[in-house]
């Protein structure tokens, strides 16, 4: 009789442990080769610059509120603009050199036209930015 009990008392266990580990690298291992292995990439061969290829040149022109005008660090009046400008633009370069002009809120438009027209005489692109607005 001991005999049956004992058939009863057991039960019958499977150890889960190795397929998990098995699932778990196999769904890696598709997930790695799914982001591979892309069939609607286009393969092109892109150009390669030379080691002497120029940046693209910017140069920051700053105006405060009291309308004092640097170019980069250095503070210059209004009259010497065009001339500090050429020191930093070279006509003679490939690429075409950028002039930021960064200004107050307080100063007028008409400034920052005049600056931005400077630089275009001299061949550069422009852009503004005027800090304190929305």
């Known amino acids: 009789m001991s005999l049956r009990k004992r058939l009863k008392e057991q039960h019958a266990e499977l150890d889960t442990g190795p397929l998990n580990d098995i699932l778990f690298i196999l769904m890696f291992f598709f997930l790695i080769i799914s982001t591979l292995a892309?069939?609607?990439v286009i393969r092109v061969s892109n150009p390669k610059a030379k080691s002497d290829a120029k940046a693209k040149q910017s140069v920051?022109?700053?105006?405060?509120?009291?309308?004092?005008?640097?170019v980069g660090q250095h503070?210059?009046?209004?009259?010497?603009?065009e001339s500090?400008?050429?020191?930093?633009?070279?006509?003679?370069?490939s690429i075409k050199p950028a002039v930021v002009v960064n200004a107050d809120s307080l100063v007028?438009?008409?400034d920052i036209v005049r600056v931005m027209q400077i630089a275009k005489k001299l061949g550069a692109t422009t852009s503004a930015s005027v800090a304190g607005q929305k």
């Open 60 to 70: 920051i022109v700053s105006i405060d509120k009291n309308k004092n005008i640097y």
């Open 38 to 40: 892309n069939p609607n």
């Open 75 to 81: 503070k210059i009046i209004f009259d010497s603009l």
């Open 84 to 93: 500090a400008l050429r020191g930093h633009i070279h006509a003679g370069d």
């Open 108 to 110: 007028s438009w008409g």
